[in-house]
């Protein structure tokens, strides 16, 4: 298992959900890290990302305000905060790594082939 996500499950609309995602067994702080998620019949779209030192985060106009991505690298793992959920955020959510990165690369990509290692998705459903 590369990345395991946590966190998902049933809330109605205006709720909020906080997704987990660990990295067992890698060099977490050498990794850039997104979130994507899948709404039924859709393509996989980009929802927040982070750069190994936890700044630069960058997150899709549709979440913006309402999510926010964190990460604590000494317990290897990633956050997303979302709140006000809206019945249109249901989907899987997928924790993405990129790379390992050197120190000096601080970008956030947002195109999910950048990115190297998966995790299995959580589901989120937003009842209206």
């Known amino acids: 298992v590369q990345l395991v996500e946590s966190g998902g499950g049933l809330v109605q609309a205006g709720g909020s959900l906080r997704l987990s995602c660990t990295m067992p067994?890698?060099?977490?702080?050498?990794?850039?890290m997104g979130w994507f998620r899948q709404a039924p019949a859709k393509e996989r779209e980009f929802v927040a990302g982070?750069?190994?030192?936890?700044?630069?985060?960058e997150y899709a106009d549709s979440v913006r305000g309402r999510f926010t991505m964190s990460r604590d690298n000494a317990k290897n793992s990633v956050f997303l905060q979302m709140n006000s959920l809206k019945p249109e955020d249901t989907a899987v959510y997928y924790c993405?790594?990129?790379?390992?990165?050197?120190?000096?690369?601080?970008?956030?990509?947002?195109?999910?082939?950048?990115?190297?290692?998966w995790g299995q998705g959580t589901q989120v459903t937003v009842s209206s």
């Open positions: 993405a790594a990129d790379g390992p990165v050197p120190d000096t690369d601080v970008v956030v990509v947002r195109d999910e082939s950048e990115y190297d290692l």
């Open positions: 067994g890698r060099t977490f702080s050498s990794y850039s």
């Open positions: 982070i750069n190994w030192t936890g700044g630069g985060a």
